[in-house]
């Protein structure tokens, strides 16, 4: 804590007057300590090459395979190394819809607007395709199973990985909120892992509206919440279609989306933990309510 000094005097530690007054220019450099930050000169790396309008780099083996075999893409370029090739024909066996183009990796990073920190592992592929169109709600609502509904979430990795387990365990589609979720980009195919290739992203404007469609659907609209005294049960939905609603890590869902589930439900966790990450809880979600099946 620091203290206050005397009005007019000068702080503690300083020698008035002229004896043995030295300047800052006066002392000795200060020995630099080895745990200090080096300073950065590093340039940042060239800009990546600008995409169309509508398209967006996919990359990684299987979140180019998957799209490979979406007959609902339309593929502009497809960049791959000779070592990525036999990996690739591995998932998506050969000859592939587009004529690949053979580079290295440095070309594929300049691409991606790879560098050192950005995330970006592309496994030595990489393929330039038009964004997918998601289907209207109530068409999608033809698809059998639960559906997954986010509030708020909007990491991309998460938005992945959650499509990821909605489509392990026979989801129907995954909804979000238009302003919060990103848009379709390379870091959601990755993590999702094949999985935006088969099941639909809506991107909804309004998720309470969303909500009431799909209870005027029959759907049974249930909130996970770690506060909430229900626990979710998969057996207890056993006749019922059920939409899923998680909201993000740290507020939750909002308070007009809670208002609009017809349930409030936390997962049961005999361990003790409060809670758990958004993608890991949508898992265990997913899993018991899709229990016994």
Known sequence: MTLAGKPGGKPQGERGGDRGERSHQDRPPRERNPHDRAPRHEKAGPRPPAVPNGAVWLYGTHAVAAALGNPARRLRRLVITEDAQASLAAER???WAIQPEITDRAKIDTLLGARPGSGIVHQGVALL?????SPALLDALHRPGPILVLDQISDPRNIGALMR?????G???VIAQERNAP???GALAKAASGALETIPLLRIVNISRALIVLKSANV???GLDGTATTRLSGPAYANR???????SEGEGMRRLTRETCDEIAALAMPGGMESLNVSAAGAVALY???RGL
């Open 93 to 95: 066996p050969q000859p």
């Open 129 to 133: 395709t038009d964004q997918l169109t």
């Open 165 to 169: 387990t909605a489509q392990a365990f």
């Open 171 to 173: 989801a129907s589609m």
């Open 183 to 185: 848009e379709e980009t």
């Open 220 to 222: 049974w609209v249930v």
């Open 241 to 247: 279609r059920v939409a899923l609603v998680l909201g």
């Open 288 to 290: 018991e309510l899709t």
